[in-house]
């Protein structure tokens, strides 16, 4: 059974740009997630989408921070405008449902200079 | 609200001695828990999952974890540790929100190993 997979796995831009992350779950889980990682920290729910609804959003900062999952399957998450505060890794998961456990994929680093 | 709090950033023993990493919960109804391993560079990995079977959940790599409702507690140990076993690990709590589920995790504890 194929992972999740996440591209691109490192990503340097400078502050004010604007960057895009893909994530492809495992086949069949409904659930995605997006977290946040910064370094020391346990991961930051971002968003949770079931099948392509918004499940939880609440602490996406929506005025930099957008996520889509169009046809219930990939997702994307972009930052526009992105700050240095931003600099973490991100990590997509999915699941058949959270009580099971998620899936994590390898993540994407990002810094922003 | 559900959480979960891990006692100690960093633990640190000697291979071949016993790993116990720290994880209490506060739920006001009998909680999913779960511990997640990260490597460097990597993702996270399930080790293992309480979800109201047996108190005293096996997982992956010879680690186990016990459900202790009185304590409210869900500790990770591993009799033996080995050079391998090297990495961050994380508790975390099942959470209902509008019908879906989502996962709280704690702040993680890195383990080292020593020779």
């Known amino acids: 059974e194929a992972g999740v997979a996440q591209s691109p796995r490192y990503k340097i831009i400078e502050k004010r740009q604007s960057v895009a992350f893909w994530c492809n779950p495992i086949s069949g889980h409904a659930t995605l997630y997006w977290y946040q990682q910064i370094l020391g920290q346990g991961p930051k729910l971002l968003i949770q989408?079931?099948?392509?609804?918004?499940?939880?959003d609440s602490q996406l900062p929506k005025d930099r921070f957008s996520a889509e999952r169009l046809k219930g399957v990939d997702s994307t998450l972009k930052i526009q405008p992105a700050k240095l505060e931003d600099s973490a890794v991100y990590l997509c998961?999915?699941?058949?449902?959270?009580?099971?456990?998620?899936?994590f994929g390898p993540g994407t680093r990002l810094t922003v200079l | 609200a559900q959480s979960v709090t891990q006692l100690g950033s960093h633990v640190s023993v000697s291979e071949g001695a016993l790993v116990l990493l720290r994880c209490n919960y506060s739920s006001s109804v009998p909680p999913y828990l779960f511990w997640y391993v990260q490597y460097p560079n990597q993702g996270l990995q399930l080790l293992l999952k309480?979800?109201?079977?047996?108190?005293l959940v096996k997982g992956i790599n010879g680690f186990e974890a016990e459900f202790k409702k009185s304590e409210t507690s869900f500790h990770l140990t591993k009799p033996s540790a080995h050079m391998s076993d090297a990495a961050e690990y994380f508790c975390a709590v099942s959470k209902l929100i509008s019908s879906a589920s989502k996962i709280i995790f704690g702040s993680g504890t890195r383990l080292s190993i020593r020779p």
């Open positions: 309480y979800t109201s079977a047996a108190t």
């Open positions: 989408f079931q099948n392509n609804g918004v499940v939880d």
């Open positions: 998961a999915s699941s058949w449902d959270s009580d099971r456990g998620q899936y």
